[in-house]
T-cell receptor, first 111, second 115 residues
Framework: GENVEQHPSTLSVQEGDSAVIKCTYS??????FPWYKQELGKRPQLIID?????GEKKDQRIAVTLNKTAKHFSLHITETQPEDSAVYFC??????????FGKGTRLSVIA | GAGVSQSPSNKVTEKGKDVELRCDPI?????LYWYRQSLGQGLEFLIY????????KSGLPSDRFSAERTGGSVSTLTIQRTQQEDSAVYLC?????????????FGPGTRLTVL
């Protein structure tokens, strides 16, 4: 089955700097890669997703890139703000199978 | 509209007891998922219901875990003979449509503590 590895487990950045979180997956059949954000004490929420027919997707300060050959995808957050502090989870699926999540990255944005 | 709700929000039980956790999905959502989130861990898939299809139980860790979804709406996750390692936050999510491509909307979770 699918296995998703996520790095780093914790990340601290200065406000205004960029943050990058990387994930790798094992199943070449996976074609859907969402990212969820979980603020402290709150429920996870989808922030961006990408399908395998594109290599990059942007939404304001966040972007996701996908390298199908290498089986890895990354979340990029630019101009980080304190409200970006949260745990971020990547996930992968073939569409017909349940999402397999990474273990999460705790991002701290230091003002 | 109302989001996904779960009850209870917290449950403390003694080892060996059975517990039932409830999930009310968003009205009209045909897909319902249960996940377990242990401290410092990701979201571990447990079970997936889609419409009237047979559930995908491939994530259930042991036969002590079971779930039902009655009438295509409310779901109950049951853990029998609880063990300390069952302590975690149990999250429910629902989505419209079939398959993982649809955004999952999560509930607030039930924090289970097994003493």
């Amino acid at each position: 089955g699918e296995n998703v590895e996520q790095h780093p487990s914790t990340l601290s950045v200065q406000e205004g700097d960029s943050a990058v979180i990387k994930c790798t997956y094992s199943d070449s059949a996976s074609n859907y890669f969402p990212w969820y954000k979980q603020e402290l004490g709150k429920r996870p929420q989808l922030i961006i997703d990408i399908r395998s027919n594109v290599g990059e997707k942007k939404d304001q300060r966040i972007a996701v890139t996908l390298n199908k050959t290498a089986k890895h995808f990354s979340l990029h957050i630019t101009e980080t703000q304190p409200e970006d502090s949260a745990v971020y989870f990547c996930a992968a699926s073939s569409g017909n199978t349940p999402l397999v999540f990474g273990k999460g990255t705790r991002l701290s944005v230091i003002a | 509209g109302a989001g996904v709700s779960q009850s209870p929000s917290n449950k403390v039980t003694e080892k060996g007891k059975d517990v039932e956790l409830r999930c009310d999905p968003i009205s009209g959502h045909t897909a319902l998922y249960w996940y377990r989130q242990s401290l410092g861990q990701g979201l571990e898939f447990l079970i997936y219901f889609q419409g009237n299809s047979a559930p995908d139980k491939s994530g259930l860790p042991s036969d002590r875990f079971s779930a039902e979804r009655t009438g295509g709406s409310v779901s109950t996750l049951t853990i029998q003979r609880t063990q300390q390692e069952d302590s975690a936050v149990y999250l429910c999510a629902s989505s419209s449509g079939q398959g993982a491509f649809n955004e999952q909307f999560f509930g607030p979770g039930t924090r289970l503590t097994v003493l």
